[in-house]
């Protein structure tokens, strides 16, 4: 990375969990409940993109390493940690509005549209490890990357509202074409000579593939859960069974 | 836009009987252990496989990655859908057991014929005899899939025989 950036994304993470503690007291003090496990990985969200700037990069193994922290390991659980709600649920009402208005630009629509963010999430990581780039621009690329890892993770498997968000099939064939491309992406570096820090960023590029696809199926698990009463007579007679595809009311503005 | 609304709270329905939802769970789980028995015992216990192997085309990555990627997803979204059938006391054994067989059949029979020989991904394994191993591999791949074929097309034709 760039000097100067690694501090600058540290500070950046280390005062957003500030803002995320400081918003949510807030809602405790006024006595409404925010789920502890959303501020679990907020937190794991922010140790991961402070190991990432703080790592010390000598080769391509750690240009990888820092690569599967910061941009898809921490902004996967950030969207976990549901910031963009607490925001809304604790702002001052003038901010509060300058956020909802940004959230329902037609700026806003287009880049939470799956096919976008898809895209920027490959298109990143693509012309990060492939193209040749002028080491200055390493680093926007890098907060590039982040904010589409943050789309795209809060469009899989976000605790955010996303308007127009998939259905969990086309959630999964989301993830799987960027998965993919990702898997060919270390690939080819990998025939450039990318060694062990190409199969780092290939094996590495599963586990998040993986943990991503624990939790969107969990969501689903949870989500289809056979509520008694109305669904248990439908399991004596074997009827039903658990959508795959969600049929989602986009909330009205 | 409210924010406490959680990723998804619409209500289900039901299309997709538990019938065809046992065969979609099993081809899953199938592909799954396949690619999963793949990549572990092959790439990384024995390294008989080569993670990259200079024969490689593009198109041959494109499609062993879009495998490599597929078989975690089918692996994870299989098991789920095999805890959901559980749960609701529905599935129903022998297609899902047809459908395993047929995945990893499919899943293996695919890897042998169009990674190893069509796209020359790349081998078995090297510095050997290739064609036992070719053929050991393409048979088992192959009697697996007939199993499962031939499993789903008795429990059709019993299906058959008890509804009259």
Known sequence: MTPLLP????????????????????????????????????????????????????????????????????????ALSAPVSLALRTLPRAPRRVLLALLHSRWARAVTWAPVVLVLQVGGVAVFWLAPLPHALHGPLMVHMLAAGWLFSTCLVGRDPVPGRPGTLGRAVLLL?????????????????????????????????????LVLCAQWYERTRPRP???????????????LRDRRRVPAR | MSPERPAGSERRGSPGGPRRRS???????????????????????????????????????????????????AMVGGMFLFADLQRRRATVRPRLLAGVLVGSGGFQLYDGLVHHKLLQL??????????????????????????????LARHRRRERARTG
């Open chain 2, 122 to 151: 790349h081998q078995v394994r090297y510095g050997v005899e290739l064609l036992p191993y070719d053929l050991v591999w393409n048979l088992a791949g192959a009697l697996a899939l007939l199993a499962g074929l031939a499993l």
């Open chain 1, 229 to 243: 009463g109305r669904d248990a007579r439908a399991d004596v007679t074997g009827g039903e069974v658990g959508r």
């Open chain 1, 7 to 78: 501090e600058a994304v540290a500070v950046a993470a280390w005062a957003g969990l500030g803002a995320y503690l400081w918003a949510e007291s807030r809602l405790h003090r006024r006595g409404d409940r925010w789920p502890v496990a959303r501020t679990a990985v907020a937190a794991a969200a922010v140790l991961s993109a402070s190991a990432a700037a703080l790592w010390p990069v000598r080769t391509l193994v750690d240009e990888v390493a820092v690569h599967l922290l910061l941009t898809m390991l921490a902004p996967l659980l950030l």
């Open chain 1, 177 to 213: 074409v960027a998965a993919a491309a990702h898997h060919v992406v270390a690939k080819l570096l990998y025939a450039r000579g990318g060694g062990s820090g190409a199969e780092l960023l290939f094996y590495g590029g599963d586990a998040v593939e993986v943990a991503t696809a």
């Open chain 2, 23 to 73: 065969l979609v769970t099993g081809l899953l789980i199938g592909v799954g252990i396949a690619a999963f028995v793949d990549e572990v015992v092959f790439h990384q216990l024995l390294h008989w496989h080569h993670f990259y192997d200079r024969s490689t085309t593009t198109a041959g990555l494109v499609s062993d990655g879009w495998f490599h990627a597929f078989g975690w997803l």
